[in-house]
């Protein structure tokens, strides 16, 4: 089992930055791909970026392509959301969660693909 906990989100303004992390606790997360994704009110879960479980390929959806970065950290079981140049857009909940398969050669961007999920942390952006 793994637990999942998102910090750093909050309110700020258009054109500023929010880090987002996902501590991962109960097991290592090292051997799986970590995704991030969003939910605003009214809306359907969306794929944000995701992350090989080595750190060296990542994948972005084209809303956030450019300003937002993903990182892992797999000494400290944690992943990071760098975002940027934040837009009213971007306000939504954002979860963290782990690929449901270990060591996959692909990134994937669909929710079922993914099987442990974080609470959330809501973030909104003022315009």
């Known amino acids: 089992q793994v637990q999942l906990v998102e910090s750093g989100g909050g309110l700020v303004q258009a054109g500023g930055s929010l880090r987002l992390s996902c501590a991962a606790s109960?097991?290592?997360?090292?051997?799986?791909?970590m995704g991030w994704f969003r939910q605003a009110p009214g809306k359907e879960r969306e794929f944000v970026a995701a992350?090989?479980?080595?750190?060296?390929?990542?994948l972005y959806a084209d809303s956030v392509k450019g300003r937002f970065t993903i990182a892992r950290d797999n000494a400290k079981n944690t992943v990071y959301l760098q975002m940027n140049s934040l837009e009213p857009e971007d306000t939504a909940v954002y979860y963290c969660?782990?690929?449901?398969?270990?060591?996959?050669?692909?990134?994937?961007?669909?929710?079922?693909?993914?099987?442990?999920w974080g609470q959330g942390t809501q973030v909104t952006v003022s315009s």
């Open positions: 969660a782990t690929d449901r398969d270990a060591w996959r050669a692909v990134l994937v961007t669909t929710t079922w693909e993914y099987n442990y």
């Open positions: 992350i090989k479980w080595n750190g060296d390929t990542t």
């Open positions: 109960g097991r290592t997360v090292r051997a799986f791909a």
